[in-house]
């Protein structure tokens, strides 16, 4: 039974993901349409890099590198017609 459990974990990636949602979903975040985000030593530079691509594909978004290492994820809700 133990080794089924195994399959189940999320991916790097998807861990990475979760952590960067709940950064992006916190009402401070969501208040000023902005999020800091960092990567932290036990992440993938390739899972990072991945992750800033997708992101940055969606439109109405911005990405601001940091001399500090950490990137500000600006974001423009559009207007309902």
Known sequence: MA???AA???SS???LGVRIQ????SPNAQKARSALIFRMPHE?????DQ????IAENDNVTLAWRDDGGIQIFWVVPQED
């Open 3 to 5: 080794a089924s459990s």
């Open 8 to 10: 189940s974990l999320p």
């Open 13 to 15: 990636y998807e861990q």
């Open 22 to 25: 709940k950064i992006i979903n």
């Open 44 to 48: 993938s530079p390739a899972d990072w």
């Open 51 to 54: 992750m800033l691509a997708e």
